[in-house]
């Protein structure tokens, strides 16, 4: 399995993070090269802005949690890194609860898989 965040939408929620049974995604700072350490396509890295219809979506929500904030603080913030996509057993549960719609996920047949948020 592939696993990749598509980094100008992600909100940093972490909600990926927190639900993911085997550990597939990290948090990163922003501003840390290990941002795009994934294998996102050049299009879908990490460049220093975000999409401005996600933002205009989440920024002002306030659900308990940071939206686009630099640094992950123990709940939310920074950016999700797709890290091990390989350990992906594919449960899709990241896929209902990516708050940017930003998740991709490829199986070993090439079927292709995108967070659609609940
Ligand atoms: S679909 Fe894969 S990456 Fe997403 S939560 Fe499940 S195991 Fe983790
Ligand atoms: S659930 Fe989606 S928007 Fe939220 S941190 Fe993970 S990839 Fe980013």
């Known amino acids: 399995m592939q ?6 939408k992600c909100t940093g929620c972490a909600h990926c993070f ?3 049974p085997v550990a597939v995604f990290e948090m990163k700072d922003r501003a840390s090269p290990e941002a795009n350490a994934d294998v996102a396509p050049e299009s879908e890295q990490w ?3 975000s999409e401005p219809a996600v933002v205009s979506k989440w920024s002002s929500v306030q659900d308990g949690h940071k939206h ?5 603080e123990g709940s939310s913030g ?3 890194v797709g890290i091990n996509g390989p350990a992906c057993i594919l449960c899709q549960a990241c896929l209902v609860e990516c708050e940017g719609e930003c998740i991709v996920i490829t199986d ?3 079927n292709v898989y995108k967070s659609i948020y609940k």
Do not use: L, Q, R, T
Request: proline share 4%; aromatic share 14%; with cysteine.
């Open 68 to 72: 686009f904030a630099e640094k992950y």
């Open 108 to 110: 070993d047949s090439n």
């Open 78 to 80: 920074g950016i999700s």
């Open 18 to 20: 927190d639900v993911c």
């Open 47 to 49: 460049k220093g802005s």
């Open 3 to 8: 696993v990749y965040v598509e980094k100008p």
